[in-house]
Nanobody, 121 residues
Framework: QVQLVESGGGLVQAGGSLRLSCVASKLTFSNVDMGWFRQAPGKEREFVGTISWNGLRTDYADSVKGRFSISRDNAKNTVFLQMNSLKPEDTAVYYC??????????????WGQGTQVTVSS
């Protein structure tokens, strides 16, 4: 069974940085596009960013453009989300997902359990 495991979340002050990782197993990782989403309390899950299977294409939500960056290491079955200049409104559970490049939740077939990111003001 495909498994995606996120890590790297935690508590950080506004303006700080975090790097999230997501390790995939039971998946031909180098063949799939990956995405990051987040869900804040009482809100719907929203798109953060996506990266193509070969890492050559990325796209981001307007709210994180210029602050967040996605990369991947296919040799380690891992996708990363580098988050800089964090704001309190970035507080959410962050999920990685495997599927097809894009911003819609429906394009992704597999999801991790999520990692909590809390940004204090």
């Amino acid at each position: 069974q495909v498994q995606l495991v996120e890590s790297g979340g935690g508590l950080v002050q506004a303006g700080g940085s975090l790097r999230l990782s997501c390790v995939a197993s039971k998946l031909t990782f180098s063949n799939v596009d990956m995405g990051w989403f987040r869900q804040a309390p009482g809100k719907e899950r929203e798109f953060v960013g996506t990266i193509s299977w070969n890492g050559l294409r990325t796209d981001y939500a307007d709210s994180v453009k210029g602050r967040f960056s996605i990369s991947r290491d296919n040799a380690k079955n891992t996708v990363f989300l580098q988050m800089n200049s964090l704001k309190p409104e970035d507080t959410a559970v962050y999920y990685c997902a495997a599927g097809n490049y894009g911003s819609r939740i429906s394009r992704y077939d597999y999801w991790g359990q999520g990692t909590q990111v809390t940004v204090s003001s």
